[in-house]
């Protein structure tokens, strides 16, 4: 079946450490997205990407990096330079960056705390 | 950019009674609005969206309606059912994609 991959579900950051969360999708959508759910909020955007070895900052980039090697994959650093990384992070897809208007598709999330 | 807004935050429903969940966006340029359905501990799924060419859309027990004019849009779902309770996005695009907060709809049996 067709979709997205996300990896680890639970993750523990230490003080001062950078982790990596993985995305993946067989979907061959062109565009996918980064995005933070805290409680209470909505989805805010950290970084997304339309092709491979293109990206751009969203709302919330600071302290985040990311990489498009392959159309495949989409893997977040969270760097030690963010301060409140604790949240759930979703990774999305879709068929090109929007303006063909159709709905994105999300992976089951990765659970960061920082301990 | 695109600003959305949802009501109500929380919203608990008998089961067999409706619910409706209302989003106000801010640019008129804006022209696809999706619904989404989060699970604990999943990520959103599509549940049903709407253009802005169409005012009404329906699948089953779910329905959205579109008002260009006043720049709403409602998600209505009837005879709800306890595997209803999850929060529910909505979202509008015009250059970007833009997520309401989130309603947290809860049916008790």
């Known amino acids: 079946d067709g979709g997205i991959t996300q990896s680890p579900k639970y993750l523990f950051r230490k003080e001062g450490q950078n982790v990596t969360l993985s995305c993946e999708q067989n979907?061959?959508?062109?565009?996918m997205y980064w995005y933070r759910q805290d409680p209470g909020q909505g989805l805010r955007l950290i970084y997304y990407s339309q092709i491979v070895n293109d990206f751009q900052k969203g709302d919330i980039a600071e302290g985040y990096s990311v990489s498009r090697e392959k159309k495949e994959s989409f893997p977040l650093t969270v760097t030690s330079a963010q301060k409140n990384p604790t949240a759930f992070y979703l990774c999305?897809?879709?068929?090109?960056?929007?303006?063909?208007?159709?709905?994105?598709?999300f992976g089951s999330g990765t659970r960061l705390t920082v301990v | 950019g695109e600003n959305v807004e949802q009501h109500p935050s929380t919203l608990s429903v008998q089961e067999g009674d409706s619910a409706v969940i209302k989003c106000t966006y801010s640019?008129?340029?804006?022209?696809?609005f999706p619904w989404y359905k989060q699970e604990l501990g999943k990520g959103p799924q599509l549940i049903i969206d709407i253009r802005s060419n169409v005012g009404e859309k329906k699948d089953q027990r779910i329905a959205v309606t579109l008002n260009k004019t006043a720049k709403h849009f409602s998600l209505h779902i009837t005879e709800t059912q306890p595997e209803d309770s999850a929060v529910y996005f909505c979202?509008?695009?015009?250059?970007?994609?833009?997520f309401g907060a989130g309603t947290r709809l809860t049916v008790k049996p």
């Open positions: 979202a509008a695009l015009d250059n970007d994609m833009r």
């Open positions: 640019d008129s340029a804006s022209n696809y």
């Open positions: 999305a897809s879709s068929i090109d960056l929007g303006r063909t208007a159709y709905g994105y598709t």
């Open positions: 979907l061959n959508h062109d565009a």
